[in-house]
Structures are given as structure tokens and as C-alpha cells.
């Protein structure tokens, strides 16, 4: 059984929380995209951990943890999470890493720096871990997979060849200092060491655990609004966050993710540049930042304060719609207690006209919330654990949500911890 969790959004939808309670009744977790470029937040018996690379249930001894193909490793990162741990007092984890995975170079972090720095304003904000320039290297087929490491001299001579042209933009573009390809090969071959006791056959591997009926789960990094094709492009990420590429990334066959979890956020929240409808200013926005997530809205890569919305129904029917998402799990419902009212974006008003269908970048940028307001419950509900103890304004709250988004409500997360969840029937 392969079951997936994404995000609808923006990301920080609390994904993280979501696949270690999920992961302890399953038997492999894979991250299937992405890299080191956004944080899980998960908090448990050993404390409160931001994984960047590693899926989340690394917690787990009875789990294995894969990096899948479709991910940009960084390999000392993966290394230095691992010790961080066990030096954390984690039994080591179970770690596999797909011989068909890329090597996310040191140089795809320095271009992502330069990049930002020459675009100044205009720039994407990113977290500056080389994503954007590890996955423009994959399509142009000049990229390293781990496979490679292994290989033979070719290795040296693709190095060569590959800084030769990066040379050409660090010299006439960028103004920086040119890259040594015989320091790249002995990274490597470093690399090359560090990987080595965690890499397999994914694929294979998975395929005998589909045969075996294991439980296998996909995490997805970022959510619906920062995919590439789907997303508000340009301001995405450089890979697909949608459920149907963990078959690619993870390399499974696409009709084996049978159960698709959309994590929604119970207000809004993003990282980085992009529009975003129903994002909110001023004292309004500063008081639910710091209230949100479990220590406020600041980004678990960066500490860059997040951006703060109302819910934006819009965008997240929308972000479950495109996931073919099969059930959701709206999070951080407990932070809303503080609140009168809650106002949800229902609708976008573009050029005088509502709809309720996101549309693309070029429209969006002109789109204003149509707003409605429903009555807060002014009360703390984190620990409740059965539906029917929420107060009335809360189902109402979540019911109006589910009705929105048009797929099922089956898990309420009201607070970080594990077990601050509530289960409802589809
Ligand atoms: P991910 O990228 O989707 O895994 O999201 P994060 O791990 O960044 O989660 C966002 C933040 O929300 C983290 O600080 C979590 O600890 C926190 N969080 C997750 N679920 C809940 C919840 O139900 N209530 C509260 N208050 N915080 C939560």
C-alpha cells in the first residue's frame, strides 16, 4: 500500500507532524523530491527535531528511510543530520540512498548565492541550497548521480568538462572565482565515501516491498503552489511537489499511490516571493506569526519570517484538486482560538468578476480576496481528541473548510505533537 503526503499549498502546512504519526504504522518512508531547501518540523519523545533531508521517519527502528532518485542530495548534509540524531540520542536510523539520486555540488550552492545577489530585487528568495541550479544541471544532463561516484576515470573527465563551461558564467557573468576540477573530483571522491554504506537499487527494492505488501509512505516537500507546472511559476521550486511524481521520484509504478494525504493549513502561510491572494499586513499579520506553528511562523531553513494569510479557499481546493487528493489533514487549527472572527477567502475578484478557480500567475496578480467571516471560538483546543468535544464555532470552522475544499476532513491537527490529532471517519 503507497500512500501520500503533500501539501496544498505554499508549504509549512505541517507535513512533517503529519508522516511521523503516519510512519509509525508504516514500513518505508521516501523523500521523492526537493532537497535541503525546507525544513519538517516534527516534535517527540526526543525532542523537537527540523529535518531538511532525511524523511520523517527516521524515528522509527521498524522503518526504512529512503532518499529517492528524484531528490538533490547533499551528501555531507545527509551525513550531518544523521549524526545530528544519534548525537541526539536517536537510535541510528535506517537509510537507504537511490543509486539513481544526484549530487547536489558545492558549486549549485554557490550559483544559487550569485543568482540571488544579481537578481537584488528581483530575486526568488531562495534558501540559497543550490535547488534551482542542481535541477537546471539534472535536464541538461550534466549532473552527477551517485552511480557515478563509482564509476571510473570518466568521472575526472565529465568534471573537467562540466567546470569548463561553469567557468565561462563564473568569469563573465558572475565576476567570481573559477572552480579547480581536480578539487570537484577529490570532493567526490569524499562524496563518493560518505554515500556509499546507504546506496541501493531503489527501485528494485521497492518493487520487492510492493510484492511483500509493505506499507510505503511518500513525503512530499513544499506543496501544490510551489510545483513547477502546476505552481505559481516562476516563484516555484525546481521540482514537481505533486503526489503523482513521488512514482517518479521514489520509481514505483503511479497506480500504486492509492490513498493521496493533502495536508491544508488552517490559515495561510509562504516563504519567499509569489503572489498570494489572501495575505495579510500590519498588526493583524504580526500577531498570528507569532502565534503560529509551534513557535511562530519563521521558516525552518532560514528563520526568515513567514508570510501570513487568512485560509484561502481558493488556493487550497485547488492545491488538493491537483494532488488528487483522496483525504486532507487541516493543521494548525488550535493556533485560530485567539480570534473573534475568522475571516476565509472564498472567492478572487479579477478584473470585476468572482471566480473560485485559481487561475494562472498573470491573473493572479490581479486578484483581490472575497472575503467571509465566520465566528471564532475563542478558546484553546489543543488535547481535545474526539470531534464532537471541539466547540460548535470549530466544527463549523472545519466543516465550512471541507465543504470548500470538496474532499474529506479525516485528521484535525490541533497542536505540534504527535498525538494532538483528531481522527474522523471519511
Ligand atoms: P512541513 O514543511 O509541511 O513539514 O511543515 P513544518 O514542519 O514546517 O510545520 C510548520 C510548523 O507547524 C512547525 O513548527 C510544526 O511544529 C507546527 N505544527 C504542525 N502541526 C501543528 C498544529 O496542529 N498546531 C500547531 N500549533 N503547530 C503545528
Not at 542542481?134 to 550534466?142: E, G, L, V
Not at 516563504?271 to 499586513?281: K, N, P, Q
Request: include cysteine; proline fraction near 5%; charge should be negative.
Amino acid at each position: 500500500m503507497v500512500r501520500a503526503i503533500v501539501g496544498a499549498n505554499w508549504g509549512d502546512e505541517g507535513k512533517g507532524k503529519i508522516t511521523d504519526m503516519l510512519g509509525e504504522e508504516s514500513d518505508i518512508v521516501i523523500r521523492f523530491q526537493g532537497g535541503s531547501n525546507a525544513g519538517h518540523t516534527i516534535i517527540n519523545d526526543y525532542g523537537r527535531f527540523a529535518l531538511h533531508l532525511l524523511p520523517s521517519g527516521v524515528f522509527y527502528k521498524h522503518t526504512t528511510n529512503i532518499i529517492g532518485n528524484g531528490v538533490a542530495l547533499n551528501i555531507p548534509y545527509l551525513v550531518k543530520e544523521i549524526n545530528d540524531l544519534v548525537e541526539k540520542g536517536v537510535p541510528a536510523p535506517h537509510i537507504l540512498v537511490s543509486d539513481r539520486a544526484q549530487v547536489l555540488m558545492p558549486y549549485h550552492i554557490e550559483f544559487d548565492a550569485y543568482e540571488e545577489e544579481r537578481l537584488g530585487g528581483k530575486s526568488f528568495g531562495s534558501t540559497k541550497s543550490g535547488i534551482a541550479p542542481f535541477y537546471s544541471d539534472k535536464y541538461a544532463k550534466i549532473g552527477f548521480q551517485v552511480s557515478e561516484l563509482f564509476g571510473g576515470e570518466e568521472l575526472k573527465e565529465k568534471v573537467e568538462r562540466v567546470c569548463q563551461m561553469k567557468n565561462v558564467m563564473l568569469e563573465h557573468l558572475y565576476h567570481k572565482p573559477l572552480l579547480d576540477p581536480q578539487k570537484i573530483y577529490e570532493t567526490l571522491l569524499e562524496y563518493r565515501d560518505m554515500v556509499a554504506p546507504y546506496v541501493c537499487d531503489v527501485s528494485l527494492y521497492l518493487n520487492q516491498a510492493l510484492k511483500e505488501n509493505k506499507t510505503i509512505l511518500l513525503e512530499g516537500q513544499l506543496g501544490s503552489l510551489k510545483d513547477p507546472d502546476h505552481g505559481i511559476y516562476p516563484m516555484v521550486t525546481s521540482s514537481s511537489t505533486l503526489a503523482a511524481y513521488g512514482a517518479i521520484g521514489a520509481g514505483i509504478p503511479p497506480y500504486e499511490i492509492t490513498d493521496i494525504v493533502t495536508v491544508v493549513k488552517a490559515y495561510s502561510s509562504a516563504v519567499g516571493a509569489g503572489e498570494f491572494v489572501s495575505e495579510i499586513f500590519g498588526s493583524e499579520a504580526d500577531e498570528l506569526r507569532r502565534r503560529g506553528g509551534d513557535k511562530g511562523e519563521f521558516g525552518a531553513t532560514t528563520g526568515r519570517p513567514r508570510r501570513v494569510g487568512w485560509f484561502d479557499a481558493v488556493a487550497s481546493r485547488y492545491g488538493c484538486r491537483i494532488q488528487g487528493a483522496t483525504e486532507v489533514a487541516l493543521t494548525v487549527l488550535d493556533v485560530l482560538g485567539y480570534l473573534d472572527e475568522i475571516p476565509m477567502c472564498v472567492g478572487y475578484e479579477i478584473d470585476g468578476k468572482v471566480t473560485r478557480d485559481f487561475p494562472t500567475t498573470v491573473s493572479l496578480h490581479k486578484a483581490k480576496p472575497v472575503w467571509k467571516t465566520m465566528p471564532g471560538w475563542k478558546c484553546d483546543i489543543r488535547g481535545i481528541t474526539e470531534y464532537e468535544k471541539l466547540p460548535q464555532e470549530c466544527r463549523d470552522y472545519i466543516e465550512a473548510i471541507e465543504r470548500e475544499l470538496e474532499v474529506p476532513i479525516t485528521m484535525v491537527s490541533n497542536g505540534p505533537s504527535r498525538h494532538e490529532i483528531i481522527k474522523r471517519s471519511k
